[in-house]
């Protein structure tokens, strides 16, 4: 057949477009929730997909031009011309939905959130499928949205390659060779396309966040209140608010408010106050840096903190208050970072950065992190300067030597790293900066009694990394190669807890597993808790992983945030998924903490253990259906797998 017949068109009127993606809905839905970008988390994604297919309509009987698929086709590649033109216009959305927002371009519809459907106080995903799905799901994270498109038409549409070069091209793919040359690059799973852990038609619902949404609520009240107030006031007589009116003005003459942003005003600590206090945390930190007596250069950053302008790019993590200083604060730094001006306050609930270029104050930066009851491992060091890739750290004065070491390079040893004279470290790689994790810096910091591990997450407070049970978590420079060897196949699932106010995390090997059907060690998994606490106290998260060999990173079988699972409050976990064996046969495999004593699982798997904690049940045929996991403790009490 020639290219010419196969480039024919055929018309597809509104009726067979309608037809086609009724009778094909759970299809189509699956195949935009597939492509559409992971980023956008579970539940937006699911909404996507829904709202991406219902959108997918033409107004109007088309000729073709607008994705409708060729009239004359080979027989392998046969389908309906309905179908295939309503499939083109999803996948089209759906890959729009990827591109990044630009200030100078309007958005498409496809990248702003979906008018319909809507889910008030529900947060909806579909069910979790097992390690080989959660893995896939990983990979297919990693690629770029026209390659999950061409793997997805491939594995779960069952198109050949020309083929699916034509259908990515319909759907506005410049480069179709490429994507599907970037496909190749994971291995063929295509059978787990069709997994519950990608239908987003079969759906389970949580709620919301109760309690922010209670706030939320609150907060809309008072906002609702001050208008209502505010424009009573606007339509007094004499303009509102008059020059003998109550209120000061929008810049305070408030004495106190204003002795806080007086640079004269600012706490400055003796050097060696740390040495003879009872407490090393951020109150006895030093004021230093080449800046200290810059009062134009601090009087600015004390005016921006109480009252940022438009232009000033603020941010705080979560449960930071982002408000004026209540009193004069404590200076920690000041002096020129790369190519910045940056100030470092601390006023004992939050340490505040101010930064602004060196050749003027267009661009400044103000951030906000909560640091109450610090300590002297989780005050050893504060983030001073960040570029695009590259991160530096304003050490405690107790730190008595720096080094990096790269997580994932466990039997690598550290290399020194340089400070000035001020505390200030050489640039290091942050993990924060885009890459394909294939190396992760870490900050070790050694002061009178140990020496610490601290990571950038992407704020101003690093996380400190621990490992161990939940009672005595040790530094991970005491804790040996073996807690090392398990953090190099953790420390790529650390993005999951960035931009949430972590204050440490932790990782504990509560059990290990003979696999069925191998022998010696190289058939032994580890189940692992890594728990991120925050320096808020709520929103912590725990993630239950399999580190099965010889697999590079460990596959999160559940997650759950707002549980004390996996801390010091409850040191004990349940958890489960599915393994398959290299012969092909499919294991249901769980363990427990040394706490449990006796597993159990039903539903589409039957089986149970008593007097041990680790459970391997076969799995008849192709697994899919649900299960229910549970397990009792030393006392009787349930207890029930993390979800």
């Known amino acids: 057949m020639s290219t010419q017949e196969l480039a024919t068109p055929c018309p597809v009127d509104v009726d067979q477009a309608e037809a086609a993606l009724v009778e094909h ?68 959305q759906a890959l729009e939905a990827a591109l990044p927002l630009k200030r100078k371009a309007w958005p498409k519809r496809a990248q702003l959130p979906p008018l319909l459907p809507q889910v008030w106080g529900l947060r909806l995903f579909p069910r979790a499928g097992g390690a080989d799905e959660l893995a ?33 091209a319909a759907a506005g ?25 990608f239908d987003p038609c079969s759906l389970q619902a949580r709620p919301t966040d109760l309690m922010r949404r209670r706030q939320h609520g609150k907060a809309a009240l008072a906002a609702l209140a001050a208008a209502v107030v505010c424009g009573a ?11 003998d009116g109550a209120a ?59 009252r940022p302008g438009a232009t000033v790019q603020a941010s705080a993590t979560p449960g930071t208050p982002p408000g004026p200083p209540m009193g004069p604060p404590q200076l920690l730094f000041a002096g020129e970072v790369d190519q910045a001006r940056v100030v470092l306050f601390h006023d004992g609930l939050r340490a505040v950065r101010y930064a602004e270029p060196k050749d003027g104050t267009a661009g400044a930066v103000l951030d906000f992190a909560r640091t109450d009851g610090a300590d002297t491992a989780s005050a050893a060091a504060l983030v001073v300067g960040r570029t695009h890739a590259n991160v530096r750290y304003l050490t405690a004065p107790w730190v008595r030597e720096v080094s990096a070491r790269d997580l994932l390079q466990p039997l690598a040893g550290a290399r020194p790293v340089e400070r000035d004279a001020h505390g200030v470290t050489s640039p290091l790689l942050s993990p924060v900066a885009p890459s394909q994790c ?42 040996g190669v073996t807690a090392r060897a398990e953090w190099a196949r953790t420390a ?52 239950a992983q399999f580190q099965a060999p010889p697999a590079r990173a460990g596959a999160v079988v559940a997650k759950a945030e707002e549980s004390p699972v996996c801390g010091a409050r409850e040191p004990r976990v349940l958890a489960g998924g599915l393994w398959q064996a290299p012969g092909g046969q499919w294991y249901m495999l769980a363990a427990g903490s040394p706490q449990v004593t006796s597993v159990a699982v039903s539903g589409g798997v039957t089986g149970g253990v008593d007097g041990g904690r680790l459970l391997a049940v076969p799995v008849p045929g192709k697994p899919g259906k649900q299960v229910e996991l549970t397990g009792r403790l030393e006392d009787g009490t349930k207890i029930s797998s993390l979800r």
């Not at 998994?525 to 991120?532: D, E, M, Y």
């Open 25 to 92: 809905y759970p299809r189509l839905v699956r195949i935009a929730y597939l492509v559409l970008p992971p980023a956008l988390g579970r539940n937006r994604r699911v909404l996507t997909a829904h709202s991406v297919v219902q959108r997918s309509l033409p107004r109007r009987r088309t000729t073709g031009d607008d994705g409708a698929m060729p009239g004359q086709r080979r027989p392998e590649d046969a389908v309906d011309p309905g179908y295939a033109y309503v499939r083109v216009r999803v996948l089209r």
């Open 136 to 168: 896939l799901d990983q990979r297919l994270s990693a690629l770029s949205g026209p390659a999950r498109a061409a793997y997805v038409l491939r594995g779960l549409e069952r198109q050949g390659d020309a083929e699916v070069r034509r259908v990515l």
């Open 173 to 197: 793919v410049e480069d179709p060779k490429a994507a599907l040359a970037e496909a190749d690059s994971i291995e063929t799973m295509h059978a787990l396309l069709e997994s519950p852990e």
């Open 233 to 243: 006031l606007l339509g007094l007589p004499g303009g509102g608010w008059g020059p």
């Open 248 to 306: 000061a003005p929008s810049y305070a003459r408030n004495p106190v408010s204003e002795a806080a942003l007086d640079p004269v005003n600012l706490r400055r600590v003796a050097p060696a106050a740390w040495q003879r206090s009872a407490r090393t945390d951020f109150s006895v930190w030093p004021a230093r840096g080449g800046l200290v007596d810059d009062r134009a250069l601090l009087r600015r950053a004390l005016a921006v903190w109480a």
């Open 438 to 479: 294939r190396e992760w810096d870490v900050l070790e910091v050694r002061d009178g009694s140990a020496t610490r591990t601290l990571t950038d997450l992407g704020e101003l407070a690093p996380a400190r990394l621990t490992s161990g049970p939940p009672s005595t978590p040790a530094d991970l420079t005491g804790a």
């Open 492 to 543: 790529c699932l650390l993005p999951m807890v960035r931009a949430k106010g972590v204050r440490s995390v932790n990782s504990w090997r509560f059990a290990e597993q003979e696999l069925p059907g191998a022998t010696g060690t190289a058939g032994t998994a580890a189940w692992l808790c890594t728990r991120a606490e925050t320096w808020r106290g709520t929103g912590g998260m725990a993630l």
